[in-house]
């Protein structure tokens, strides 16, 4: 726990009857506002410091803790009481304290008596612990004030309750389980009788170092007049343990950018300048262009948790090549190193430091998907334009066919029906040789097995993307057409929403969970493991970047029924709008036609 304390006399008074403790070691905590002014009030807040402090050391293991800081401040009181009555100078002397007796870094009790106050910032909300004991608050706890009255009482600071007044006062106690992240402020009527709650809570919750909070919330109260004495105790338990999601953003971002020499040093040596896209620039202009540019995409997207940098890195890769008239092959064999060359140094990041590269590998995976998925959208657009291209073909030939049928035949009805359903994409040749070695191929069986043994047996659709990554994964020819007729069966005939679209995607992520961890489990070497895993992340790549195509492919009516319901729209506007128009001029035409018949008679107004 961080704990810092700080105290000023202010600007009007010229002594401080404040004390605090500050005691790590005990867990002790309190502020101790002195009351009496020359009959020795900051006599008496040290005084029943000592004497709270003397008691909890004294008997910390043997009561329990409520008990003990109850009993402590009782004891505070009566030493106050007692040095009251035996000098005269100091009859009428007393305090307020709060106290905070930390039992473990999850629990604390919290004691006070007058008006000294206990507040908890938790999750950026500012709460009062304690209620002062004032003569005017205990009127409005019997209902004889309002909250609003008892702010313009005259008596609103006089105490109902304090240390030394009598040997023995009523003490209110409150037990808290704190959690992580949580703060307690301790303070005295000067630092919240000068500041607002809402500047109050800013300034705690700011997120800065107790020790900085403390001294921020006194220089609050001094701005805001300083008053009075002023004394502040900032108490902050342990933060939570950082979530996946932060360690990607901080430590996960900053190591893969320190990897971003070896990335391109790994992706000239995979032959990256020799890529038809960068065809034309120099080694090391082809590596800036390419491989810093896709480096500096993950970073940003890594740092604030989104995919919009690699996605459109992507989409400009490929959409430029596209527009000049490349080959898809160009741009997968230049995906494949990128991917290669990431997952190598996510791998490097693992070696060193096997928690944050788990995390980054899963963070660097969704990144490479996301470009995937960029690129099976600008895919599926080019086998939408081909796919027309071959009707409008097929549509000429059907069309002279039934031409020379009608010239025989005269009464012949025959015509040619334009419907795309892309019926022409067939894997372009047989798969002869995957291109893997039998481990790697009994390796992704096992893990295949082992991950429907691990999916529940209602996930039907999570099985059949299993079968879908297997054959995708085992086709080693490098056809996409392999996953776009998978991705078509999985896709199958589901509407274009939330409802239809969300199970496929989550079950094609939580295939990827399952799959990626099961190759953990198979008995092989790590170097056969790392095959098997690079065979089926390429595999789900390619099978979300199909089904991604398919998806885009089928809202393409509904967008094109918007744009026509949008025009119709636009047009109705028109037509209200002329009406608005027309009813507005027989307003004004027949406004100054007056009935003398009508009984206001001819002045045209409703005063009969």
Same mark, same amino acid.
């Given at each position: 726990?961080?704990?810092a304390?700080?105290?000023?006399?202010?600007?009007?008074?010229?002594?401080?009857?404040?004390?605090?403790?500050?005691?790590?070691?005990?867990?002790?905590?309190?502020?101790?506002?002195?009351?009496?002014?020359?009959?020795?009030?900051?006599?008496?807040?040290?005084?029943?410091?000592?004497?709270?402090?003397?008691?909890?050391?004294?008997?910390?293991g043997?009561?329990?803790?409520?008990?003990?800081?109850e009993?402590?401040?009782?004891?505070?009181?009566?030493?106050?009481y007692?040095?009251?009555?035996?000098?005269?100078?100091?009859?009428?002397?007393?305090?307020?304290?709060?106290?905070?007796?930390?039992?473990?870094?999850?629990?604390? +009790? &919290?004691?006070?008596? !007058?008006?000294?106050?206990?507040?908890l910032? @938790? /999750?950026?909300? $500012? *709460?009062?612990?304690?209620?002062?004991?004032?003569?005017?608050?205990e009127?409005?706890?019997?209902?004889?004030?309002?909250?609003?009255?008892?702010?313009?009482?005259?008596y609103k600071?006089?105490?109902?309750?304090?240390?030394?007044?009598?040997?023995?006062?009523?003490?209110?106690?409150?037990?808290?389980e704190?959690?992580?992240?949580?703060?307690?402020?301790?303070?005295?009527?000067?630092?919240?009788?000068?500041?607002?709650?809402?500047?109050?809570?800013?300034?705690?919750?700011?997120?800065?170092?107790?020790d900085?909070?403390?001294?921020?919330?006194?220089?609050?109260?001094?701005?805001?007049?300083?008053?009075?004495?002023?004394?502040?105790?900032?108490?902050?338990?342990?933060?939570?343990?950082?979530?996946?999601?932060? +360690? &990607?953003?901080?430590? !996960?971002?900053?190591?893969?950018?320190?990897? @971003? /020499?070896?990335? $391109? *040093?790994?992706?000239?040596?995979?032959?990256?300048?020799?890529?038809?896209?960068?065809?034309?620039?120099?080694?090391?202009?082809?590596?800036?262009?390419?491989?810093?540019?896709?480096?500096?995409?993950?970073?940003?997207?890594?740092?604030?948790?989104?995919?919009?940098?690699?996605?459109?890195?992507?989409?400009?890769?490929?959409?430029?090549?596209?527009?000049?008239?490349?080959?898809?092959?160009?741009?997968?064999?230049?995906?494949?190193i990128?991917?290669?060359?990431?997952?190598?140094?996510?791998?490097?990041?693992?070696?060193?430091?096997?928690?944050?590269?788990?995390?980054?590998?899963?963070?660097?995976?969704?990144?490479?998907v996301?470009?995937?998925?960029?690129?099976?959208?600008?895919?599926?657009?080019?086998?939408?334009? &081909?796919?027309?291209?071959?009707?409008?073909?097929?549509?000429?030939?059907?069309?002279?066919?039934? *031409?020379?049928?009608a010239?025989?035949?005269?009464?012949?009805?025959?015509?040619?029906?334009?419907?795309?359903?892309?019926?022409?994409?067939?894997?372009?040749?047989?798969?002869?040789?995957?291109?893997?070695?039998?481990?790697?191929?009994?390796?992704?069986?096992?893990?295949?097995?082992?991950?429907?043994?691990?999916?529940?047996?209602?996930?039907?659709?999570?099985?059949?993307?299993?079968?879908?990554?297997?054959k995708?994964?085992?086709?080693?020819?490098?056809?996409?057409?392999?996953?776009?007729?998978?991705?078509?069966?999985?896709?199958?005939?589901?509407?274009?929403?939330?409802?239809?679209?969300?199970?496929?995607?989550?079950?094609?992520?939580?295939?990827?969970?399952i799959?990626?961890?099961?190759?953990?489990?198979?008995?092989?070497?790590?170097?056969?493991?790392?095959?098997?895993?690079?065979?089926?992340?390429?595999?789900? *790549?390619?099978?979300?970047?199909?089904?991604?195509?398919?998806?885009?492919?089928?809202?393409?009516?509904?967008?094109?029924?918007?744009?026509?319901?949008?025009?119709?729209?636009?047009?109705?506007r028109?037509?209200?709008?002329?009406?608005?128009?027309?009813?507005?001029?027989?307003?004004?035409?027949?406004?100054?036609?007056?009935?003398?018949?009508?009984?206001?008679?001819?002045?045209?107004?409703?005063?009969?």
């Amino acid at each position: 726990m961080r704990v810092a304390g700080d105290t000023n006399v202010g600007k009007i008074r010229t002594t401080n009857e404040d004390s605090m403790i500050v005691e790590p070691a005990k867990g002790l905590y309190a502020v101790l506002d002195g009351m009496g002014g020359a009959n020795a009030g900051d006599i008496a807040s040290q005084m029943a410091r000592d004497a709270l402090h003397e008691y909890v050391t004294q008997r910390r293991g043997s009561l329990a803790p409520r008990q003990l800081l109850e009993a402590a401040i009782q004891a505070g009181s009566a030493a106050v009481y007692k040095a009251s009555q035996a000098n005269r100078e100091r009859h009428g002397m007393g305090t307020t304290v709060v106290a905070c007796l930390i039992v473990d870094p999850n629990h604390v +009790v &919290v004691g006070h008596v !007058g008006d000294s106050r206990c507040y908890l910032l @938790r /999750q950026g909300r $500012l *709460q009062a612990l304690t209620r002062d004991h004032t003569i005017v608050e205990e009127l409005v706890d019997r209902g004889l004030l309002t909250p609003d009255e008892a702010e313009r009482h005259p008596y609103k600071n006089v105490l109902s309750r304090n240390l030394g007044a009598r040997p023995e006062t009523r003490v209110d106690l409150v037990e808290l389980e704190l959690k992580p992240g949580d703060r307690l402020l301790l303070c005295s009527d000067g630092l919240y009788g000068y500041s607002s709650v809402e500047a109050i809570q800013y300034v705690l919750g700011s997120g800065d170092a107790p020790d900085h909070v403390a001294r921020d919330l006194i220089d609050l109260a001094l701005r805001g007049g300083g008053g009075d004495n002023v004394s502040t105790i900032v108490i902050e338990a342990p933060q939570a343990a950082p979530t996946a999601s932060t +360690v &990607v953003k901080t430590s !996960g971002a900053m190591a893969w950018w320190q990897k @971003r /020499q070896r990335f $391109l *040093q790994i992706a000239k040596d995979r032959g990256l300048p020799k890529n038809a896209i960068v065809r034309g620039l120099s080694p090391d202009e082809a590596l800036e262009l390419v491989g810093l540019s896709l480096c500096q995409a993950i970073f940003h997207d890594l740092e604030k948790s989104t995919g919009v940098n690699v996605w459109t890195f992507a989409q400009n890769l490929a959409d430029g090549w596209f527009e000049r008239g490349g080959e898809w092959a160009a741009v997968r064999s230049l995906m494949d190193i990128l991917g290669t060359c990431a997952r190598v140094c996510v791998d490097e990041v693992r070696g060193s430091d096997a928690q944050l590269g788990f995390l980054l590998d899963v963070a660097v995976s969704r990144a490479l998907v996301v470009a995937e998925l960029a690129l099976g959208g600008l895919l599926a657009e080019r086998l939408r334009q &081909v796919d027309s291209d071959l009707i409008e073909l097929q549509s000429v030939q059907h069309g002279l066919a039934d *031409q020379a049928a009608a010239t025989e035949d005269p009464d012949s009805n025959a015509q040619w029906v334009d419907r795309p359903t892309i019926p022409f994409l067939r894997p372009d040749r047989p798969v002869t040789n995957t291109g893997m070695s039998e481990e790697v191929m009994d390796g992704m069986s096992k893990t295949m097995t082992i991950a429907r043994a691990r999916t529940s047996p209602r996930a039907e659709l999570v099985k059949h993307v299993l079968t879908s990554l297997s054959k995708v994964a085992g086709d080693g020819g490098g056809n996409f057409a392999t996953a776009v007729l998978e991705a078509r069966e999985l896709y199958g005939v589901r509407p274009v929403d939330d409802a239809g679209v969300m199970p496929l995607f989550d079950a094609l992520d939580t295939a990827r969970i399952i799959s990626a961890s099961s190759v953990h489990q198979i008995q092989a070497t790590e170097a056969t493991r790392a095959k098997v895993l690079l065979a089926l992340s390429t595999a789900h *790549q390619r099978l979300v970047g199909a089904c991604t195509g398919l998806v885009l492919e089928a809202s393409i009516p509904y967008s094109e029924r918007l744009r026509d319901v949008a025009a119709i729209t636009s047009e109705m506007r028109t037509q209200v709008a002329e009406a608005e128009k027309k009813r507005a001029a027989l307003e004004r035409e027949h406004a100054v036609n007056i009935d003398s018949s009508l009984p206001w008679g001819s002045r045209g107004n409703t005063e009969w």
